[in-house]
């Protein structure tokens, strides 16, 4: 059986065996040699670019352990928003629609996801994307965890001054 998160026997297990039960932070749990309730989560192996003073037209690549469900990532046809917010994006502290800012498209083998600006994203501004855990594998296991890229703009470059 699979569970997601904590099994609902997590407590029990830990009042029972204190310290020899383990959490693995794939999911699944180690109880004295036995591994127990285990699942192959999907997780982020890459994300580019990365760091400060971005160009305002950068793509973000991120590549993932396994296959993702594109129905996790992208809307529904006839929508021009996902169900849920599995990708959310921050400038300047501020949450803004990421569908208005950015575009997505995944690889045919839906192991690599890549953003795209819409237009050309603000000159010298702080951006927090973050990859929530509603992100689900093909086979229908969530990201353990979300996952934040962040990254600063250029600054403009005006020849007026």
């Known amino acids: 059986m699979n569970f997601y998160g904590d099994p609902p026997w997590q407590r029990f ?18 109880i004295g ?3 127990l309730d285990y699942y192959n ?10 760091g400060d003073l971005l160009k305002t037209i950068s793509n973000i690549t991120i590549v993932f352990s396994k296959s993702i469900d594109k129905g996790s990532i992208m809307p529904p046809l006839g929508s021009l ?23 997505v498209s995944l690889s045919s083998d839906g192991k690599i996801l890549t953003i795209y600006p819409n237009y050309h994203l603000n000159y010298g501004s702080v951006y927090r994307i973050v ?18 890229l962040w990254f600063t703009t250029e600054k403009e470059n005006r020849l007026d001054q």
């Open 41 to 50: 989560a999907p997780e982020i192996v890459s994300k580019i670019p990365q």
């Open 131 to 148: 990859l929530t855990n509603r992100i689900r594998g093909s086979d229908g296991t969530k990201l353990i965890k979300s996952y934040d």
């Open 13 to 30: 297990m830990d009042r029972l065996f204190g310290t020899k039960v383990w959490r693995l932070d794939r999911g699944g749990v180690y």
């Open 81 to 103: 928003y996902p169900q849920w917010k599995s990708i959310e994006v921050y400038m300047n502290g501020d949450e803004v629609p990421f569908y208005e800012y950015f575009r």
């Open 33 to 35: 040699g036995i591994l």
